[in-house]
């Protein structure tokens, strides 16, 4: 018998890709990138860059392959700016959907200040210009990302505010981008020994697949030696983004190798983006490793759906769950 479980996430061979070392300026970590596509097929990661001050902030890095041959902004792509007093301590974990409806792409990102961890949104078609939207969730939130396309008339994001509730992900809706309402709870964290138990979130984008939006989510394990990061799956109707049609139980990918179990902050691996190839089953996710450095995995999206199946059982309403 076969006591190994499955692979479905497969780490590049070139890991980490992306390092401090490759930095055309001097900083202290690179990590958490959201992704995208260019439409002229360049791989561009956002990277969350840390300096030695512990402040975070943007930079742009384009590789034809999405693998090597990264080049790199000489410069910081977006620093925290000096109007918006939310991103004092920082921007952080940058997530990226691209909406053909507005021609732009539109980050959300987590805006760091005395306050606590907000959300963020900025626009940009090049990224190199970007509109700032400010602050449209206020702290303690984080962990989001826009939905690609409207529901009826409204734009829906994927949040993970703090409640008394406890850390959980929420939907919220918006005919603007601005103004943001009709709040659902989508995903609770599970309790007591579960992989994903107190504190879970968002990682990259909901992911559109012809059985509905799938969301690749982190739960939070807190142990004595610390907390544990790893990915799990649930899949959301596709027309009401809102319900939840299947949960995995288990984790499919965790800390395991040097780069992932060392680093500033070890045991943490944190996607914020992902692309998919031209055979659109392709998935590749860029990770964040012991908030060090930047690591890729790829996985077949049927392969993650035929798995869900599997290891799942139809979720009951969020409201019906003791
Ligand atoms: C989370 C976020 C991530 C970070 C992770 C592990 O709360 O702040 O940016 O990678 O913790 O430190």
């Not at 392959?65 to 620093?79: M, S």
């Not at 981008?177 to 309790?191: C, D, E, T, V």
Request: glycine fraction near 8%.
């Amino acid at each position: 018998m076969d006591n190994q479980h499955e692979v479905m996430f497969h780490r590049h061979p070139q890991n980490p890709i992306l390092t401090t070392a490759q930095w055309p300026y001097a900083v202290n970590t690179v990590f958490n990138p959201g992704a995208t596509r260019l439409q002229d097929g360049t791989t561009l990661l956002l990277c969350r860059v840390e300096d030695r001050r512990g402040i975070s902030h943007l930079c742009a890095a384009r590789s034809a392959n999405g693998v090597d041959g990264w080049t790199i902004d000489a410069a910081p792509t977006l620093l925290p700016a000096d109007d918006h007093p939310e991103e004092t301590w920082g921007i952080e974990d940058p997530r990226i959907t691209y909406v053909a409806e507005l021609e732009r792409y539109v980050v959300a990102y987590t805006a760091y200040s005395r306050a606590g961890p907000g959300v963020s949104l900025a626009t940009t078609q090049d990224f190199v210009h970007f509109e700032r939207y400010g602050s449209i969730m206020m702290p303690e939130d984080k962990d989001a990302a826009l939905f690609p396309c409207r529901f009826g008339n409204y734009w829906a994001l994927v949040h993970r505010p703090i409640s008394p509730l406890g850390a959980h992900i929420w939907m919220a809706y918006s005919p603007d981008l601005r103004h943001w309402g009709s709040h659902h709870l989508i995903l609770a964290a599970r309790r007591g020994s579960w992989w994903d138990a107190n504190r879970i979130g968002l990682s990259p984008p909901p992911i559109e697949t012809p059985e509905g939006w799938l969301l690749i989510y982190h739960g939070v394990r807190q142990t004595a030696a610390g907390c544990l990061y790893r990915i799990g799956l649930a899949l959301f109707d596709r027309d009401t983004p809102e319900r939840c049609l299947r949960r995995g139980d288990a984790w499919l990918f965790g800390p395991e190798t040097q780069y992932e179990c060392g680093g500033d902050v070890g045991n943490v691996v944190f996607p914020c983006g992902f692309t998919i190839d031209p055979d659109q089953d392709t998935l590749n996710l860029y990770y964040g490793a012991g908030d060090t450095c930047i690591g890729l995995a790829t996985a077949s999206i049927q392969a993650l759906l035929a798995w869900l199946k599997r290891h799942s059982a139809a979720e009951p309403p969020v409201g019906a769950r003791a």
